[in-house]
């Protein structure tokens, strides 16, 4: 029996393959955007302890140096929490256009596939008309054998 070859599939394993890649760079800046995702967290973690260590302190007699030196290590702190904000944004803009690239290498890939399922089922459909017609064929021929008439 006669075997479906699809033509393009060499073009439909790029796509894939180009598909899996911007799979991989979308997992790569995700893995970025959790990251700093948790240093923020641990930053903002951080600057709440120091105010409540603040806070603690108050009562009694306060020490201004003690007091300066965490408004410092505060300070600090909210410029790093400010620098990972600003890098958290620019990881969300690529990751907005890796995964529009990611969605736009679906879209290639589909468009392949779906080409490749509608010549299939063409294929099916020739062979079963080529069937049909060599059966046809068959029964005239056999019907033609068994009748003796001149």
């Given at each position: 029996m006669a075997r479906f070859v699809f033509r393009l599939a060499p073009l439909l394993r790029a796509r894939r393959?180009?598909?899996?890649?911007?799979q991989r760079r979308v997992a790569e800046i995700e893995r970025d955007r959790l990251r700093l995702e948790d240093t923020l967290r641990q930053?903002?973690?951080?600057?709440?302890?120091?105010?409540?260590?603040?806070?603690?302190?108050?009562v009694g007699r306060l020490d201004t140096s003690d007091l300066r030196i965490h408004a410092g290590s505060s300070l600090a702190m909210m410029r790093k929490a400010h620098r990972v904000v600003?890098?958290?944004?620019?990881v969300h803009r690529r990751l907005e256009q890796v995964r529009a690239d990611l969605i736009?290498?679906?879209?290639?890939?589909?468009?392949l596939e779906l080409l490749r399922d509608q010549r299939h089922e063409q294929w099916k459909a020739d062979q079963n008309k080529a069937e049909t017609a060599a059966l046809d064929d068959l029964a005239s021929t056999s019907a033609t054998r068994k009748d003796p008439t001149p």
């Amino acid at each position: 029996m006669a075997r479906f070859v699809f033509r393009l599939a060499p073009l439909l394993r790029a796509r894939r393959h180009a598909e899996q890649q911007q799979q991989r760079r979308v997992a790569e800046i995700e893995r970025d955007r959790l990251r700093l995702e948790d240093t923020l967290r641990q930053h903002q973690r951080s600057i709440s302890q120091g105010k409540q260590s603040v806070r603690d302190r108050l009562v009694g007699r306060l020490d201004t140096s003690d007091l300066r030196i965490h408004a410092g290590s505060s300070l600090a702190m909210m410029r790093k929490a400010h620098r990972v904000v600003l890098e958290l944004a620019g990881v969300h803009r690529r990751l907005e256009q890796v995964r529009a690239d990611l969605i736009e290498a679906t879209q290639r890939r589909r468009a392949l596939e779906l080409l490749r399922d509608q010549r299939h089922e063409q294929w099916k459909a020739d062979q079963n008309k080529a069937e049909t017609a060599a059966l046809d064929d068959l029964a005239s021929t056999s019907a033609t054998r068994k009748d003796p008439t001149p």
